[in-house]
Structure formats: C-alpha cells, structure tokens
C-alpha cells in the first residue's frame, strides 16, 4: 500500500478525472490508561467517560474502530489492585475496545495472567507478533483485520520488546514488516497497535513501510495532532495517558488505490463538564468498590496545596516509622510515589494512588548508622533519585566529585529500619551488589552480609492514611504535616 503523501497526490489526480471511490474511518484510540477506573478528581479522565464517549460516537456513525496501544493495568485505584487490574480489563471488554496490544506493566503480572486478562477483556481481542513461546510460536494472534463499514482495516499488535521469551528489536520490526506485507492484499488501511513511544515508532515505520498508521504507547506522549514520518508517510498518534484523552483519527480512504486522501487529528479530553458519562460503568465500578475495598471512599482530609513527590516521600517515610513503631525509615521519591495528590478533598483511594501500590509491602531489617550513611552516600553517587527518610536528620553536600555525608545517626549503632519491599529490591540491594562489584569506584561502607529482612503488617496506604487522621484532626493543615516532616529530615 502506498503512504500518505503519495495518497494525497493520488488524491488530487483522482479527484481531477472523477473516479474516486472513497470511504472513511473513524479510529478512537487509548494508551497507558493504568489502572484509572474511577472517574478522576480533577473533572477530567476515568473510564467512565471514556466509555460514555466511545458510546456517544458509535451512536453517531457506524465507522468507528476502537484500539488501546497498552498498560491498562497498575499505577491506579485501590479496587483495580484488589483485582489484580482483572477489573481494569474486564471494564475494556464491557465498553467494546476492538483490539489492543499488551504492555509492559500487563506483561510484569506474567504471561498466564495476560491470557486471563485478554479472557476478560473480551470481545477485545489481544494481539502481540514479538512475544513469542520457547519453540518461536506466537503468545497471541499477532493481527487481525476488521471490516469496518466497508473499510478493511488490518491491525497488529506489539509490545515494547521484552528480555523473556520476546522478539528484539531488529526481529520485531522484521515481523511487522512481514506481517504487513502479508496482510496488504486483504485490507484496504494496516494500523500497528504498538506499546512504545512515537520515535521507536517512526523506526519502525523506517523498517515496515506498508503501515499506514501507529497507535503508539508506553512514553505517556501528549500528541495533539498525528506525527507524520517523513520517509513513508505514516501517521503516528498517542493519547496521553491515565484515560484523560481519548485519541480522534478520522481517515479518508480511496479504496481503488488503497491510499489515505485525508487525515484529521485530535485529542478529546475527558472533561466531566463536556462528555456524556457511561452510568451504568460509573456504578458497576461503584459497586465493586464497596464490595472489594469500601474503604477506598473514606474521606482523610482536603488540600488547596500541590506537593511534589519528594515531599510525599518524606510524609510516606514519616508514617512508616510511626506506624511501625521502628526507628528508621525510607520511601524513595522516583522509585515508590506515582502520583501526586489532589486538590481539594482526599480519600483513601487518593493516598493509596499516590505510592500504595508500589509500597503496599513494607520490609523490616536492621542496620548500623554507617550502613545507612552508605547507603544515601550511594543514592548519591549512582544515577538513582535520592531516597526520602524518617528518624535521623542528614545533609548530603557535594564537595569536588564526591559527595559528603553528615547525619545524626551514631555510627555503630544498629537501627531497627523499614522501607518499602520494592525500594529494598531495585535500590539497596542492587546498590550493594554494584558497589561489591568495584569496592574503589563506590567505597561504601557495606554491610558484611545481606542483612536478613522480615515482612511487616505495614502498608504504605493503611500507614499515611493513619498518620493523616491522626494529626489533621489536631492541625487541619496537610501542608503543615508534610511541612514538619521534611523539616526532621534536616540537619
């Protein structure tokens, strides 16, 4: 099939001799919506809106395809992760998404869990051609075509390449540009459904020239209008993420020479004041809600302040220790908290948005102060975001290349020490092993063996949220908290 730009010169001659025969689609399209069932806080978002849109334009026209590019589970609501997000998909399959492509974040709950997501979210079928069975047999179907009021729309699936039993890059865009060539006497437009960002995409259409459109994913790109690459015309979209957009191709088709003539673009936001809202979504999740986690509604308290992530990781660390009762503890800003809270009213679900998911198991171990010591001396030193902590107060100076150190701890003293099981895993110890690795470079004054670590009953929402009730009823003033935790951490 031909690109774009020939299309529209095509076009133009068709047009001159009158014989074009013409047809349109309207492709709707979604990326990264991550778990955010609920209609948002901030009047914008959710999926019932993205369903009372998706709705209102299969009412309007009988040309619609409806396609997500990726990572509809985790970084959301309380009830999605009481579900292990088989909420999330079986919401897909209820609103009618045609055919999506799995992502990462859906791939990490591993490969017997995609298939039982794909199973919920029917009638949307699952498609992925890069990852592959141990014998080089596709997971998935790794394309399908739909018949579209009259249009023949091939779409492919992919996944941003994954270590375990997944295509590399080089072998992905060789598949898609097999696959499209395949597919090209039988459909009239190809769309690649793909989870990975705008640029990885403009490559692939560099290596798989007979697609006509990419539904991109995974970089959380706001494009308010299509990309068009250069070299072959292709059209590549993305919607954000969060289901605050829903992505709007319209496409004009000539069906003779299999060619776009006209191409419109947009971004709709999910605005609550402007797009009509699915009822009956809004109560299925509602319902589940109060079954699965009814504590996710209670009110915590109210905000008129926007705080970044390092102060929510200080008030995370504070409510930790507290909770714990331990004397030491860590969130790591970057690595723990995804999302800020709202203004105005919070509820649990809102903490728990901000890092429960990523802190909802919470470590116990026992350090010396110089362990600690070293340990913020090597967040420091790698390319890791400092961590946030609770119970000792610290200064982190650069002096020429190396960082110093100063902190209230004492030095031989062993600490009872919480953090976040994921912090434990990704940071700490993985910082132990890059430091054992080359002692001079690091110089870190490391633990002689791992030290042995315990699970507590300790959530990071169940802990803030406490935390928050307990001082808000006295204070009133959740910056004045956040305030007076930061200012502990100091020296």
């Known amino acids: 099939m031909n690109r774009l730009l020939f299309g529209i010169l ?36 959710g999926l019932p809106f993205v ?18 590019a990726g990572d509809v589970a985790e970084k959301g609501d309380l009830v999605a992760f009481a579900t292990d997000c088989e909420l999330v998909y079986e919401a897909m399959g209820r609103i009618g998404f045609d055919a999506g492509a799995p992502g990462n974040h859906d791939h990490d709950f591993g490969l017997p869990q995609l298939h039982r997501f794909a199973a919920l979210a029917d009638p949307m079928q699952m498609l992925c051609i890069n990852l592959v069975k141990e014998n080089g047999e596709p997971e998935f179907a790794v394309s399908s075509v739909f018949e ?82 250069p070299e072959t015309g292709a059209l590549i979209v993305q919607a954000g993420s969060y289901a605050e957009y829903v992505g709007r191709l319209e496409l004009t088709i000539d069906l003779e020479n299999e060619t776009i ?46 705080f970044d992530y390092r102060q929510l990781a200080n008030l995370g660390a504070a409510a930790l220790r507290e909770f714990t009762g331990t004397e030491v503890a860590f969130c790591a800003p970057g690595q723990i908290i995804r999302a800020t809270l709202p203004i105005g009213l919070i509820d649990v679900n809102a903490v728990f948005r901000t890092g429960g998911e990523r802190a909802h198991r919470v470590i116990e171990t026992r350090l010396t102060g110089s362990e600690i010591e070293a340990y913020l001396l090597g967040m420091e030193k790698s390319d890791y975001y400092q ?89 009133g003033s959740l910056a004045a908290i956040i305030d007076e935790a930061t200012a502990r951490t100091k020296l």
Request: proline share 5%.
């Open 10 to 45: 095509a076009s133009l001659f068709l047009h001159l001799i009158g014989s074009a025969r013409t047809d349109t689609v309207v492709i709707l399209h979604t990326n990264d919506i991550h778990a955010h069932l609920r209609a948002d806080y901030d009047g914008n978002g």
């Open 51 to 68: 369903s009372g849109y998706i709705r209102q334009q299969r009412a309007e026209r009988p040309d619609v395809l409806v396609l997500d």
């Open 148 to 229: 579209v009021d009259g249009v023949r729309v091939g779409v492919i699936g992919m996944i941003v390449p994954r270590d375990e039993y997944g295509l590399d890059r080089e072998a992905t865009a060789l598949a898609m540009a097999r696959e499209a060539e395949r597919l090209d006497p039988e459909v009239d437009l190809t769309v690649a459904v793909c989870h990975d960002s705008s640029k990885r995409c403009a490559d692939l259409s560099r290596a798989a020239p007979l697609i006509d459109v990419f539904i991109s994913g995974h970089s959380h790109e706001v494009l308010t209008e299509a990309v068009v690459v």
């Open 261 to 306: 003539l006209n191409a419109e673009s947009e971004l709709v936001p999910m605005r609550h004041d402007s797009i009509p809202c699915d009822i009956a979504m809004l109560e299925w999740i509602r319902e589940r809600e109060r079954e699965l986690t009814p504590e996710a509604g209670r009110l915590v308290g109210w905000t008129d302040t926007v």
């Open 387 to 475: 961590t946030s902590w609770s119970g000792f107060r610290a200064s982190i100076d650069p002096v020429g290349e190396d960082p110093v150190i100063r902190t209230s701890l004492e030095a031989d003293r062993i600490y009872r020490v919480v953090m976040p099981e994921k912090e434990w895993n990704t940071r700490f110890l993985r910082l132990m092993d890059r430091a054992r690795k080359d002692p001079e470079k690091w110089n870190l004054a490391l633990p002689k063996i791992t030290p042995e670590v315990s699970n507590t009953e300790a959530s990071f929402t169940e802990s803030v949220t406490d935390y928050l009730e307990t001082r808000l009823g006295n204070t």
